[in-house]
């Protein structure tokens, strides 16, 4: 049987994601890099996995998903040996979703709304208003815990609190988190620091970062070697 393929790019919190979904399930994929600085996710073989021009996208068989919730949710619940990364139960499973659609709609379109405009207008500092809308996040995210609460749906880590954790990770380099404004996020974040998948994330960030950098100081950016496995 074929290894499901991932088609991946580090720099990706989305693409980190599905990638650290399957990861903590023990899915062994087969990764894929997409060169997007040499244009590979906007040929006509890509666009037929993913009509977007995005990382991440899935390949099993002949299953094509995108978007890096769909592509979490079908991992789990296609190859998953439990559901505590995405519960079953329907309440549960509410939660996660509420918090997979905040990612989705508000804190990565801080993101995107942050560094798209570095890397298509070459601004070389970010606006007060893309610091003020990121901090609004960070906020509502500190409020979400209540007391005794590990994680953003409960007491195990869920596919929510991974999409979270990929898009925080690179975002913190530009607005930064203030651990005494925002305790309890912080506080998530060094538990999540715990996870075995925690390098893989923080190295992908990273090097986000150091492509955001180089655009904002006007630089060439070399990207990480092509490698797969």
């Known amino acids: 049987m074929r290894r499901p393929t991932l ?89 996660v979703n509420q918090m997979l659609f905040f990612e989705a709609t508000i804190l990565f379109q801080r993101l995107y709304d942050t560094v798209v405009p570095i890397y298509q207008q070459k601004r070389k500092e970010l606006t007060q208003e893309n610091i003020n809308s990121v901090h609004d996040a960070y906020e509502l995210l500190d409020g979400f815990f209540q007391e005794d609460q590990k994680y953003f749906c409960g007491s195990h880590m869920t596919i929510a609190d991974i999409s979270i954790w990929c898009t925080l990770l690179s975002l913190r380099f530009l607005v930064p988190i203030d651990e005494h404004k ?8 060094k538990l999540m620091k715990t996870r075995p998948t925690y390098e893989l994330n923080q190295n992908g960030a990273n090097q986000h970062y150091g492509f955001i950098k180089a655009c904002m100081e006007g630089k060439a950016f070399v990207p990480a070697p092509r490698t797969s496995n």
């Open 182 to 189: 925002y305790g309890k996020l912080e506080k998530w974040l």
């Open 7 to 95: 088609f991946y790019i580090p720099l990706s919190p989305p693409a980190r994601t599905a990638l650290i979904t399957a990861k903590e399930i023990g899915l062994d994929l087969e990764v894929k890099i997409v060169d997007m600085f040499s244009g590979e996710h906007k040929s006509e073989k890509y666009r037929k996995i993913n009509p977007l021009a995005k990382v991440p996208a899935l390949s099993d068989d002949d299953v094509y998903v995108w978007d890096s919730h769909a592509i979490a949710i079908y991992l789990v619940e296609r190859y998953a040996t439990d559901d505590i990364l995405y519960p079953k139960d329907i309440l549960m499973r509410t939660k």
